[in-house]
T-cell receptor, first 113, second 113 residues
Framework: NAGVTQTPKFQVLKTGQSMTLQCAQDMNHNSMYWYRQDPGMGLRLIYYSASEGTTDKGEVPNGYNVSRLNKREFSLRLESAAPSQTSVYFC????????????FGSGTRLTVV | AQSVTQLDSQVPVFEEAPVELRCNYSSSVSVYLFWYVQYPNQGLQLLLKYLSGSTLVKSINGFEAEFNKSQTSFHLRKPSVHISDTAEYFCAVSDQGAQKLVFGQGTRLTINP
């Protein structure tokens, strides 16, 4: 099983550029999440999708948009990147009936210059 | 809203010494509790979890954590650490019935030979 696959692994953007981070899971999980990880701040929830067709804001949604394309895929879009969005981004998925534990992707390291 | 406090940002210990990583959460309502481990340049992996039942839960690699409802704590312990335990450890909590996890700030465990 591939689990949760994120692409790309690394990206450098210029301020104002846009990009989409891709995430796909092959575990038939209902819920998917996007987190960002910054030093000393742990993981902060950007957006989540409890099920196909639904999305909700998390703790730090400003500057981001998401699309739950189907049950497998959940993308995160930065419309106009800012240096404050330099971070490591993690996608995760979970299945309600399996104890709420998350499976994480390996992350995307994004630098905005 | 739930919050999680990991009381130590860094914990240096010698190999084969015992270690305790501390975690407190804010709410006394029924919760699910998790510890995740992140090895360098990797995503997070589930280490152990408490959902219900016995308050002492164990991982396959010798870690254990005890749920203490009165003190709203879920401290992680290992009686003898190995160099390979060097990683960052995250405590996380969700309210029962909720799917979102709230993460602590992380504790970096460094093992010295």
């Amino acid at each position: 099983n591939a689990g949760v696959t994120q692409t790309p692994k690394f990206q450098v953007l210029k301020t104002g550029q846009s990009m989409t981070l891709q995430c796909a899971q092959d575990m038939n999980h209902n819920s998917m999440y996007w987190y960002r990880q910054d030093p000393g701040m742990g993981l902060r929830l950007i957006y989540y999708s409890a099920s196909e067709g639904t999305t909700d804001k998390g703790e730090v949604p400003n500057g981001y948009n998401v699309s739950r394309l189907n049950k497998r895929e959940f993308s995160l879009r930065l419309e106009s990147a800012a240096p404050s969005q330099t971070s490591v981004y993690f996608c995760a998925s979970s299945h309600r009936e399996r104890g709420y534990g998350y499976t994480f992707g390996s992350g995307t390291r994004l630098t905005v210059v | 809203a739930q919050s999680v406090t990991q009381l130590d940002s860094q914990v240096p210990v010698f190999e084969e010494a015992p270690v305790e990583l501390r975690c407190n959460y804010s709410s006394s309502v029924s919760v699910y509790l998790f510890w995740y481990v992140q090895y360098p340049n990797q995503g997070l992996q589930l280490l152990l979890k408490y959902l219900s039942g016995s308050t002492l839960v164990k991982s396959i690699n010798g870690f254990e954590a005890e749920f203490n409802k009165s003190q709203t704590s879920f401290h992680l312990r290992k009686p003898s650490v190995h160099i390979s335990d060097t990683a960052e450890y995250f405590c996380a909590v969700s309210d029962q019935g909720a799917q979102k996890l709230v993460f602590g700030q992380g504790t970096r465990l460094t093992i010295n030979p």
